[in-house]
């Protein structure tokens, strides 16, 4: 069973940046795709940002230029760098980790932007 855990949530002014990280634990023979998604209160979860294994990465339109995405495949951890954050991108940060085809959802991490 693959469980990745995310870290790096938090308070901060808008303008200011955070780096959320997910590290998938488990019985893991081999990571495909990894990515962000997030969830504001009363919208559905929307994606962010993805990666694959040999590291191409795409990005949502709400986020790119904004935020960063990279792996550490030997750590089997996604990093996500949020620069010049705003009070829209207040949410829900979940992780997505794809093995063998199968996804599977992190339990969270809750990024506040707000003065």
């Known amino acids: 069973q693959v469980q990745p855990v995310e870290s790096g949530g938090g308070l901060v002014q808008p303008g200011g940046s955070l780096r959320l990280s997910c590290a998938a634990s488990g019985s893991i023979v081999s990571i495909n795709d990894m990515g962000w998604f997030r969830q504001a209160p009363g919208k559905a979860r929307e994606f962010l940002a993805g990666?694959?294994?040999?590291?191409?990465?795409n990005y949502a339109d709400s986020v790119k230029g904004r935020f960063t995405l990279s792996r550490d495949n030997a750590k089997k951890t996604v990093y996500l760098q949020m620069n010049n954050l705003r009070p829209e991108d207040t949410a829900v940060y979940y992780c997505?980790?794809?093995?063998?085809?199968?996804?599977?959802w992190g339990q969270g991490t809750q990024v506040t932007v707000s003065s």
């Open positions: 990666i694959t294994s040999s590291g191409t990465t």
């Open positions: 997505n980790v794809v093995s063998h085809g199968i996804g599977h």
